[in-house]
């Protein structure tokens, strides 16, 4: 597998979609990124020049001697390098170079008089050409709603070769060096012509119409990183890929509706940086939420055996004695959950998620399945985040967990809630933090091949959205 050139295809399949809302991510592909691609490309090209087969040729001409047929035969390119990779963003793809080249290469040759008495001789020579450079133009459409990559062109320039003959008449060797010059400056560019276009159209097209735009997180959220705008070309600099990403809870995709904040195109000069807004984030918290995930329901029955508090009545008194006298000795239902999905902001100091949650307290009737609802504890959440980025996604960790709670529904009277802090801080153990932890350690996933690294990604804090950049280094199996 050629990975140099899927490694520009991947990034290329991007550049193509339709036109929707603001996005919800972008991602600054800089100049660098493309020139390392291509000079990691050009061994392979230089090793497939090698291997290509120039056929033997004939033909026949009017020297002074009269007419004679001639025979080039036995083709062996010995050597062949492109060197001074550069890579060009343009209006509509990627234009690819390298220059100073040379190539080497060595025949046969064989000629025979028409008439009587059918002068021939034979010998071979040996050809070099120290000028030579190369131009590929990339062009990136859509076909089906799908990227296509496809050479525009892709065009070798060889200068004049210097060929050293051995054998054969002397007087004939200007006559051939005029031939071998064109026929092996036209074989070359036919077959170079071939190789990148059926690297590019066929290896590398298959390759980025196979990516996923749709990644599934959990069992029931995806993220959709579709293309919502054209891509934002700076020249010679960076392309900046704008992306809806945003996530789906999918038996019911409705969408997160606050729009996306403005992100700019690029600020450093790493191969690769990531915009991301607090849009991406917060669309996950939302559909995470809406899985169900964020509501627990503890009875007696299901209640962990560590748990210090017994869902009866008569364990409470001690702590809401007005729960006891109203249903004493009776067994308890507690509802917790996140009343809203959780808001992840972020400013240039930091990240801070914010989550408004509940507890309702009901006790159950000792011979019926009726409830008898008693109150309802709100409780405001919060905590500080940091970034963390791995090789493929981000994810979150948390510090400085607070929980303000306050009693906004009771039907057996005001009580004090202060007795219940040792139960409140079993809870944030319990309970908050590991739903906290759910949601912030899933991971976020980037849109990248599996065999693509980031090298020291940075993660800076800005309003309403973060960075990450990052140099890279990409390698894909052979198959």
């Known amino acids: 597998m050629k990975n140099s050139i899927l490694f520009i295809a991947l990034f290329a399949c991007l550049l193509c979609g339709g036109v929707y809302s603001k996005p919800g991510a972008k991602f600054a592909l800089h100049q660098s990124m493309f020139t390392y691609a291509i000079s990691d490309l050009l061994p392979y090209v230089n090793e497939e020049i090698v291997k290509i087969n120039i056929p033997d040729f004939q033909g026949e001409y009017d020297s002074p001697l009269g007419k004679i047929d001639y025979e080039i035969s036995n083709f062996k390119i010995s050597s062949f390098e492109l060197n001074d990779a550069n890579a060009v963003l343009i209006s509509d793809g990627i234009e690819l170079t390298a220059n100073n080249g040379r190539v080497a290469l060595s025949a046969d040759f064989y ?52 060929i050293d003959f051995h054998g054969g008449a002397s007087w004939l060797y200007n006559l051939f060096r005029g031939i071998i010059d064109y026929f092996i ?18 290896s590398a097209d298959k390759f980025i119409q196979s990516l996923p735009v749709v990644i599934q997180v959990l069992n029931d ?43 700019p195109n690029v600020e450093t000069t790493e191969m690769l940086q990531f915009f991301i807004s607090s849009f991406l984030v917060d669309s996950f918290s939302y559909s995470y939420w809406k899985t169900g995930a964020m509501k627990i329901t503890e009875t007696p029955k299901t209640l962990p055996s560590w748990f210090p508090y017994p869902l009866n009545t008569a364990g409470w008194k001690d702590y809401i004695p007005a729960l006891y006298k109203a249903y004493p000795n009776r067994d308890m239902k507690v509802i917790l959950q996140a009343d809203t999905w959780p808001l992840i902001s972020f400013t240039p100091k930091g990240v801070e998620l914010n989550l408004k949650g509940s507890v309702n307290i009901n006790v159950l009737a000792s011979d019926t399945d009726v409830e008898h609802h008693v109150c309802i504890i709100s409780a ?15 994810s979150g960790n948390f510090w400085g967990l607070t929980t303000d709670v306050s009693l906004t529904q009771t039907d057996i009277g005001q009580f004090s809630l202060d007795p219940l802090q040792n139960f409140i801080t079993v809870m944030e153990t319990a309970i908050i933090t590991p739903l906290i932890e759910n949601l912030l350690q899933k991971g976020y996933p980037l849109p990248l091949p599996a065999n693509l690294t980031l090298i020291k990604p940075q993660v800076i804090y800005h309003q309403d959205y973060f960075t990450i950049s990052s140099d890279a280094s990409y390698k894909l199996p052979d198959k």
């Open 111 to 162: 000629w025979r008089e028409h008439s009587w008495p059918h002068i021939h001789s034979h010998g071979s020579f040996d050809a070099s050409c120290s000028e030579h450079s190369a131009d590929i133009k990339l062009k990136v459409t859509q076909e089906n709603g799908l990227p296509l990559l496809k050479t525009e062109s892709a065009t070798i320039s060889i200068g004049e070769f210097e």
């Open 380 to 394: 405001d959440i919060g905590c500080d985040v940091e970034i963390e980025v791995n090789s493929t996604s981000f």
């Open 185 to 202: 400056k036209d074989e070359i560019q036919k077959q170079f012509e071939s190789i990148m276009s059926d690297l590019i159209n066929n």
């Open 221 to 263: 959220v995806e993220i959709d990183y579709e293309m919502v705008d054209q891509p934002v070309f700076t020249a010679g600099e960076s392309v900046t890929i704008p992306t809806k990403a945003e996530f789906y809870y999918v038996p019911d995709p409705t969408e997160y509706t606050p729009e996306p904040v403005d992100l």
